[in-house]
């Protein structure tokens, strides 16, 4: 069993910023990727960033400049930080981890957390 929980969504004021955590745990040989999704209502799950083990880091537009991805790898756990945030950015943010196992490489999720942004 793998479990992925987030932290630190909430309530911010535009052109605040918040730090998201995510945890992966259980039953795992080696994380090799982590990543930060959000959805807003009404939208698709998109993809804000992601970061490998090796440390390839890659953003979506929308969030370059304002969002940096880290990570600890020794406790499987990857950060958000989030600053200059606007109203648009308001949405449930996903954490993903894509962990080996003994059954092999799959993909987990996290349950969400809502991050809003006050104009």
């Known amino acids: 069993q793998v479990q992925v929980v987030e932290s630190g969504g909430g309530l911010v004021q535009a052109g605040g910023s918040l730090r998201l955590s995510c945890v992966a745990s259980g039953s795992i040989f080696y994380v090799s990727a982590m990543a930060w999704y959000r959805q807003a209502p009404g939208k698709e799950r998109e993809l804000l960033a992601s970061l490998t083990t090796r440390g390839n880091t890659n953003y979506a537009d929308a969030v370059k400049g304002r969002f940096t991805i880290s990570r600890d790898n020794a406790e499987n756990t990857v950060y958000l930080q989030m600053n200059t945030l606007k109203p648009e950015d308001t949405a449930v943010y996903y954490c993903?981890?894509?962990?080996?196992?003994?059954?092999?490489?799959?993909?987990?999720w996290g349950q969400g957390t809502q991050v809003t942004v006050a104009a």
């Open positions: 993903n981890a894509r962990v080996v196992t003994m059954r092999g490489e799959d993909d987990y």
